[in-house]
């Protein structure tokens, strides 16, 4: 299985930048995808950004195409570089990751990290 653990939520001001990592342990070659996703209370988790780890392609959700960065490091952590940040950005950021082990399946979230946006 692979184990998925956040850091640098935060405290952020409206335009300001923040960026948030996710370390993934485990059977990280069994990876396809790493993922961002966030949630705010009452709300459906909604994706953010994605990242092939086969290609580094990336797929960003409308509301954070040209402000947010989603990359990886050799080290198999994956980041999200937030800049020009909004009021509605707030939410709890959730790390994903999903493949295969075996034929088996599987997709892993991280504990999740707080973005708070003020001023």
């Known amino acids: 299985q692979v184990q998925l653990v956040e850091s640098g939520g935060g405290l952020v001001q409206p335009g300001g930048s923040l960026r948030l990592s996710c370390t993934a342990s485990?059977?990280?070659?069994?990876?396809?995808?790493m993922s961002w996703y966030r949630q705010i209370p009452e709300k459906e988790r909604e994706l953010v950004a994605a990242?092939?780890?086969?290609?580094?392609?990336t797929n960003y959700a409308d509301s954070a195409k040209d402000r947010f960065t989603i990359f990886r490091d050799k080290t198999n952590t994956m980041y999200l570089q937030m800049a020009s940040v909004k009021p509605e950005d707030a939410a709890e950021y959730y790390c994903?990751?999903?493949?295969?082990?075996?034929?088996?399946?599987?997709?892993?979230w991280g504990q999740g990290t707080q973005v708070t946006v003020s001023s």
């Open positions: 994903h990751a999903s493949g295969y082990i075996g034929s088996e399946r599987y997709d892993a």
């Open positions: 990242i092939s780890m086969f290609t580094d392609s």
């Open positions: 485990g059977e990280t070659s069994s990876m396809y995808f």
